[in-house]
């Protein structure tokens, strides 16, 4: 365990909280992935599939950590977790959001063009994307990374006025 923690840099024991969490994660994405690649058809199949999955997004979440620790600027390893976590919620909560307030709209597939339903869709849910991922940031205690984040990607997207 003293390892573990040297290796990512955690100080108190509260800060082995996120690991456990992304673990948690990465095993409840491996088992809805394989459940819906399989199906009810067998479980034993899909538990196998779901130990796969978890091993291989393990490998490729530990890869991206080592390239963009360099990257990004973050105090300590564990907090590379917590920013992924923030990540990852604020991408499911975008799309949460986005339908319910497509469909107040009053916008369905049924009443207006597939293309531009789909459209509109993504970009309200990149809108409340970015109030979301700055909301979360803030919540997981990693609020300056992120509005540096969002500052960054609305100068690449050429919204720098809206940051004045």
Known sequence: MENFKKNW???NN?????PVLGILILGYSSYKLADVAVGNINLFLVIILSIVLFFLFLKLTLFLFKKLERKWAVEYRWEMIRVFIVFAITGSSSVFV?????ALIGITKDNF???FYWILYLLVGLI???ILLVSYGWLFGQFKFFWEFE???FRRLG?????N
Not at 14 to 18: K, R, S
Not at 98 to 102: A, E, S, T, V
Not at 159 to 163: A, G, P, T
């Open 9 to 11: 840099q955690i100080q």
């Open 14 to 18: 509260w800060q082995l909280l996120f």
């Open 98 to 102: 986005g339908k319910p307030i497509i």
């Open 113 to 115: 063009n597939t293309v």
């Open 128 to 130: 409340f994307y970015q």
């Open 151 to 153: 500052k960054k990607m």
């Open 159 to 163: 919204l720098e006025k809206f940051l």
